[in-house]
Nanobody
Framework: QVQLVESGGGLVQPGGSLRLSCAASGRIFSINAMGWYRQAPGKKRELVAD???????NYADSVKGRFTISRDNAKNTVYLQMNSLKAEDTAVYYCNAAIKSSAGGYTYNYWGQGTQVTVSS
């Protein structure tokens, strides 16, 4: 079994910063892409940012220049540094990872349980 555990969400004022973390654990042979998605009330889940095992990064236009994704492959952990937060960043943030559990196995997508980020004064 594989688990993704997120941490770091909370309430922050507009213009503030938060750092999200997501650690993968369990039966892990390799991890390909890792990423962060978010879902606001009444809206579809959307990609915020993702990063390949080689370090290539991709961002949603709405967060470019404000959010930074990074990963520590030794710790099977992905981070999302969020700066200059806006009210429209309020959402539940979900971690996602494409994980292979054995050398000859398939790669599956796993999701974390979600962490609430609220930007409000």
């Amino acid at each position: 079994q594989v688990q993704l555990v997120e941490s770091g969400g909370g309430l922050v004022q507009p213009g503030g910063s938060l750092r999200l973390s997501c650690a993968a654990s369990g039966r892990i042979f390799s991890i390909n892409a890792m990423g962060w998605y978010r879902q606001a009330p009444g809206k579809k889940r959307e990609l915020v940012a993702d990063i390949t095992s080689g370090g290539s990064k991709n961002y949603a236009d709405s967060v470019k220049g404000r959010f930074t994704i990074s990963r520590d492959n030794a710790k099977n952990t992905v981070y999302l540094q969020m700066n200059s937060l806006k009210a429209e960043d309020t959402a539940v943030y979900y971690c996602n990872a494409a994980i292979k559990s054995s050398a000859g196995g398939y790669t599956y997508n796993y999701w974390g349980q979600g962490t609430q980020v609220t930007v409000s004064s």
